[in-house]
């Protein structure tokens, strides 16, 4: 199975902020990396696949980028409603795996 | 609207079994794969189970494989999962998932449809 090792498991920032959470998988996974935004009781919510394509309607200053093993979410500047858990996940195995989360916590 | 609802969620003693259902609507079913996708209370989302947009494949996580089934009805645009022998490490939210990468290729690699999600509770 493919790990997805993502850090930080947690990070405080304020508005405005620039932000990078990393993930890493335990073998080459060719872009095929989504990244996910939970809210405390909701879904998951799409923000980019294949590494780098923003969903529709996803605010651009989600960004995304990689290869190989190590991907990159950045938040450009934070937003109020940025505060969430973050997820990647790999799809290039049919195993799929998730990364353990980042959680963005207002400083 | 494209949505999808989960259904069958509940309190179920250890070693016991439950069936979850994931009505899909707005969208045309059999033209995509599905997954169940787990949270156990205050953890991190675990993939479960995909099954091919024809049923053709399944492919699960080991920690449920051999106790869960994933299944699909094309005609009733419905998702199964069939958790049997059921342990405490089971309890968690269960969301249904769509990958949005259709046979023909077009469309999203990646979950881009959820539902709101079923909570398991395995318990005595």
């Known amino acids: 199975d493919i790990q997805m090792t993502q850090s930080p498991s947690s990070l405080s920032a304020s508005v405005g902020d620039r932000v990078t959470i990393t993930c890493r998988a335990s073998?080459?996974?060719?872009?095929?990396l989504a990244w996910y935004q939970q809210k405390p009781g909701k879904a998951p919510k799409l923000l980019l696949y294949a590494a780098s394509r923003l969903e529709s309607g996803v605010p651009s200053r989600f960004s995304g980028s990689g290869s190989g093993t190590d991907y990159t979410l950045t938040i450009s500047s934070l937003q109020p409603e940025d505060f969430a858990t973050y997820y990647c996940?790999?799809?290039?195995?049919?195993?799929?795996?998730f990364g353990g989360g980042t959680k963005v916590e207002i400083k | 609207q494209v949505q999808l609802v989960e259904s069958g969620g509940g309190v179920v003693q250890p070693g016991r079994s439950l069936r979850l259902s994931c009505a899909a609507s707005g969208f045309t079913f059999s033209s995509y794969g599905m997954h169940w996708v787990r949270q156990a209370p205050g953890k991190g989302l675990e993939w479960v189970a995909v099954i091919w947009y024809d049923g053709s494949n399944k492919y699960y996580a080991d920690s449920v494989k051999g106790r869960f089934t994933i299944s699909r009805d094309n005609s009733k645009n419905t998702l199964y999962l069939q958790m049997n022998s059921l342990r405490a490490e089971d309890t968690a939210v269960y969301y249904c998932?769509?990958?949005?990468?259709?046979?023909?290729?077009?469309?999203?690699?990646?979950?881009?449809?959820w539902g709101q999600g079923t909570m398991v509770t395995v318990s005595s």
């Open positions: 996940q790999q799809y290039y195995s049919t195993l799929f795996t």
């Open positions: 998932a769509r990958f949005g990468l259709q046979p023909t290729g077009g469309g999203k690699e990646a979950f881009d449809i």
């Open positions: 073998q080459g996974i060719s872009n095929s």
